[in-house]
């Protein structure tokens, strides 16, 4: 029970059952108040359970599978309810399994190659094993570094996700970390774990197993110690990617790993970055010149894949078919040359404009009108090379690529292109559809009329397309007056139209209220009496006298839609909103 008052609580089932003479761990198992008990800190059914024979038989529920026949307690109660005593975190029962050697043997026994690995028993196991990580951390450590061979077990299971999460935290490349985990972790920089991961990408044909193993060395990029980190960035660790016996499994996860050496960056969470760089053991690591000219060496060879000219599958869509699909390893091709152009490395850029890579990227833009993904790396893609600082990129895409001219026949044709020999083809029993990238393509459009502003190469390049100039006149300035939120009379705030925005996500980080705040605050208002019943009545009473009520901040009405089904109560200004089921009202 969570609490006991003497003469009126009733007796909880888990006392009940510790009274008895003869009682087994079973029947404690097959109570429902056990979990609520332990979390209490009941002393009896602790001091019951921190006994090594109960902490042996919980683990042994854990880890052990049981025939078929069984029954569904056995099967699935006992586990899971053994799984969740150990992540109460209770001490004593933490610290009877990580002070015996015999308990951490029987505990570890289950990642050997000749032990059964279920989905339902590799989750208890990895969670055991991690609140032990985050309780236990120094004795756990100790036995694993006493113990190498967990390790690699660990890797040969890594196609299991749970696993994969045990071997994440093991190797220091989670978000949950304390600040002291790194030091007692020193011992596996001097092992040769990541060489390990990265050789699943050749070993295994499982995409699972490539998958996991992507996302360990995804993680050690953002999260691990610089020292063990450091040891990702060999251009050695990528060479299977293009093996052509290999999946396509293998390129698209090594593919990711590149991205993630070049911007680590980009797959961390912006509250995680605010914890990382509280701590001691290092910043973001990101790729040497080594590594960017080694994956650089591998370009041309990926570059070919982009061609789908002698590809035969076909894929059909709604709107016709694909002939072939563009498919994951293309578009994680044209992420990876979208990420490289960021990284503001010269000999990158140069090899890319060498190599055409930027151009085919446009390319596919145009031949792939419908998916969204590829639309967006590739509009990356223009806007990095338009706003960097070299030249030669800028008169590379207006040029060599024609963005401009291509730009202007996809408008001009406005629909899907009935080419026989294009990738994308519509349907024979229905009119061409219309074209899915103009959004984007409008954005573009928008860019380079923003920098040309600022950039003679640009705007040169424009005026001196007659075409271009008609198109924008007689098009662009209207669809963007259409297209602009900030002008419509649908509940958008016209105070702010002056204010340029590229998307809702930037309008929203810089609004300067706090809705959910202000709702709490303001229910807050209601719960202890603030606005008493005749306050309310009078309110409604003067809704009613009323057959229209003006509210003057316009702000307010906007919010005041967002607001009203839950009942809140919002200030702003001078003028408070009274918020009813149905109506509101302005009070005083």
Known sequence: ??????????????DTILDKENFTLEELLDEDEIIQECKALNSRLINFLRDKAQVEQLLRYVMEEVPEDSEKK?????PFIACEIFTCEIDVILRTLVEDEELMDLLFSFVKPDHPHSTLLSGYFSKVVICLM??????????VQGHPEIVVQLVDLIGITSIMEVLIRLIGAD????SNYGDTMQWLENTDVL????????????PEVHANAAEILCAVTRCAPPSLATKICSPRLFHHALEESRPKSVLVHSLSVCISLLDPKRLASASYQAFRSNLSHGALVTASPETVDGMLESLGNLLKLLDTSSAENILPTPYGYLRPPLGKHRLKIVEFISVLLT???????KELIRQSAIKRSIDLFFEYPYNNFLHHHVENIIVSCLEGKRTELIEHVLNDCDTVGKILVAERLSSLSTESNAPTVPSEEKAPPRIGNVGHMTRIANKLIQLGNSNSIIQAHLQENTEWVEWQTNVLVKRNEVENVYHWACGRPTSLHDRGRDSDDDDYRDRDYDVAALANNLSQAFRYGIYSNDDIEEAQGSLERDDEVILKCELCLNIAFLLILVGCNMQCDKYSLLFSKKKFVTVS
């Not at 056995?74 to 006992?78: A, D, E, L, P, V």
């Not at 990284?343 to 850029?349: D, F, L, R, V, W």
């Open 343 to 349: 990284i503001g490395s010269e000999t990158a850029e």
């Open 134 to 143: 985050l309780r236990k951390t120094a004795p756990l450590m100790n036995y």
């Open 195 to 206: 060489e390990m991961i990265a050789d699943k990408f050749s070993s295994s044909d499982s």
């Open 175 to 178: 978000e949950n970390i304390y």
């Open 74 to 78: 056995r099967s699935f109660k006992f």
């Open 1 to 14: 029970m969570f609490w006991r008052m003497t003469g009126l609580s009733a007796a909880s089932p888990v």
